[in-house]
């Protein structure tokens, strides 16, 4: 059974860091690109961050830039996200995504990121 569980979120403070991190199971991950996304009530799912089977990332959301990054473990099959300097803007359910050309996007369940002014 293909399976992306993310874990980490929770409430934090504006100014506040937060990990978090996504383990993939009954896929190949290290074939897989992996991306963080999230959604904010009432808008539409945004991409922030893909990240290589190599490691390399492209951020791609520029409310983020400098402030988050992304990694990956292809030993642990496992992509985090690292979020620094947390806005109150930020608060959404945080997904992530495992893409492979020609497969279908396999996404997780989210978890809840809260960031308190």
């Known amino acids: 059974q293909v399976q992306l569980v993310e874990s980490g979120g929770g409430l934090v403070q504006a100014g506040g860091s937060l990990r978090l991190s996504c383990a993939a199971s009954?896929?190949?991950?290290?074939?897989?690109?992996m991306g963080w996304f999230r959604q904010a009530p009432g808008k539409e799912r945004e991409f922030l961050i893909g990240?290589?089977?190599?490691?390399?990332?492209?951020t791609y959301a520029d409310s983020v830039k400098g402030r988050f990054s992304a990694s990956r473990d292809n030993d642990k099959n496992t992509v985090y996200l690292i979020m620094n300097n947390l806005k109150p803007e930020d608060t959404a359910v945080y997904y992530c995504?495992?893409?492979?050309?020609?497969?279908?996007?396999?996404w997780g369940q989210g978890t809840q990121v809260t960031v308190s002014s």
């Open positions: 995504n495992a893409h492979y050309v020609g497969s279908r996007d396999v």
């Open positions: 009954g896929l190949s991950f290290s074939s897989y690109t």
């Open positions: 990240v290589r089977w190599s490691g390399e990332t492209t």
